[in-house]
Nanobody, 115 residues
Framework: QVQLVESGGGLVQPGGSLRLSCAAS????????MNWYRQAPGKQREYVAL???????NYADSVQGRFTISRDNAKNAVYLQMNSLKPEDTAVYYC?????????WGQGTQVTVSS
């Protein structure tokens, strides 16, 4: 059974940093495309970043240059380092991966950027 568990969210001031973690079980992050999405209040869930099995990364324009996605194969975990945070980054952040016809999501972790 695939399970994704996010952690690391919290309240941070504008310009601050947070590091989100996604612990995976039931699959190997080493051979999976792992994604981060976010959903702000009243808005649709949107793509943030991904990392492929060979370590290629991709980012939404809104976070390019500020966020970094990475992977620790030994811990079977994926991370999202978020720097220079802005109030518009406030959202619930979700870890996601797909396996065959299945689309797996974690429960999300709240990130609030406010002074």
């Amino acid at each position: 059974q695939v399970q994704l568990v996010e952690s690391g969210g919290g309240l941070v001031q504008p310009g601050g940093s947070l590091r989100l973690s996604c612990a995976a079980s039931g699959l190997s992050v080493r051979i999976s495309v792992m994604n981060w999405y976010r959903q702000a209040p009243g808005k649709q869930r949107e793509y943030v970043a991904l990392i492929t099995s060979i370590g290629n990364t991709n980012y939404a324009d809104s976070v390019q240059g500020r966020f970094t996605i990475s992977r620790d194969n030994a811990k079977n975990a994926v991370y999202l380092q978020m720097n220079s945070l802005k109030p518009e980054d406030t959202a619930v952040y979700y870890c996601n991966t797909k396996s065959g016809i299945h689309n797996y999501w974690g429960q999300g972790t709240q990130v609030t950027v406010s002074s």
